[in-house]
């Protein structure tokens, strides 16, 4: 979300949307600077591992220093306001982190080499991930107790991971493309270790849905925009599977009035994909999630209410006329 009042995007992402259906979350404000930004937020819910920021990015320290404190303190602050204002809720709350494979082609060791280069290393961040990540649900689970939470892991990087084009830090050369079945498997684990449905997210080409499909996540987020009808089949297998699809239709920026002008219209590329896959019209309300195509920190929070609402409206015109 854009700005840097919480307190204001709590509201927005938990009251702006009237009436069913809708799925409020917890906000990141990456405006507020180091710390709060998607990195190094979920950098500080690592468990036994800490980082500090250098020129470059995020560096693995020995640690816990300044820059691991000041993520965890604007959390909690997060927290504590999600707490107060959802206060009766009972239903889904989404709650963000990276995932595994683009925080490992993030964070850097002690040398400045992302620990995407180092198996090991790899394998040791999921680990603290996973069990940082258990403690945070849990955390959040206390506050807002009537809620249904669904995890979601947003792996922009996934894509970049599995081709081997991740550079080092040089920029001469790339990392090696990681085995297919390794990032399944790491996926998996974190899939497993969560009570809840588990959603990947990527705004980047070329999401690897049978992969994700196969990790056994309960939905993929994507930018409906750069889907082909090259993509037909494995979409449709995931959604047969029992995958939800979280459509990325409406722009994380741009114009209110253009952008924003027909709820219906928005979503006319999904009912197109629809009928190509030859689903049954019923299965769209149950299948599919009306999101913006990526995040909104770039937009106006004027845009960022207006867009969230648009998703809704969407979302609503699709169940009322899903042919």
Known sequence: MPG???????????????????LPYVPELPARGPGADMLGRTAGMLAEMYVHQEPSGWRISDRPGRDTRRARTWLGEDLDTVEELTQGYEGPLKVSAVG???????LERRNGEAML???????????SLTEGLGAHLADVRRRVPGAT?????????????????????????????????????????????????VVVHSCAP???VALLR???????????????????????EAVEGGVALFAGVVPGAGDDEGALSDPAGSVGGVRSLWRRLGLAAGLLTESVVVTPACGLAGAS???????????????????????
């Open 149 to 197: 939470l669904v995890l979601q892991l947003d792996e922009p990087s996934l894509t970049p991971v599995l081709q081997g084009s991740v550079r080092t830090a040089s920029g001469y050369r790339t990392y090696d493309a990681v085995d297919r079945a390794v990032v399944e498997g790491t996926l998996r684990g974190l899939v497993e270790a969560h009570a809840g449905p």
């Open 301 to 323: 929070p004027a845009y960022a209410r207006r867009a969230l609402a648009h998703c809704a409206q969407a979302a609503r015109s699709l169940a009322d006329n899903p042919e």
């Open 214 to 236: 196969r990790a056994g996540v309960a939905g993929i987020s994507l930018d409906a925009g750069l889907l082909t009808e090259r993509d037909d089949e494995m979409i449709g």
């Open 206 to 208: 070329g999401v690897p």
């Open 117 to 127: 280069g180092d198996p090991g290393a790899v394998r040791d961040l999921a680990g």
């Open 4 to 22: 840097t009042d919480v307190r204001e995007a709590v509201k927005t992402v938990t009251g702006s949307l009237e009436g069913p259906p809708h």
């Open 100 to 106: 595994p494979w683009t925080l490992a082609a993030a």
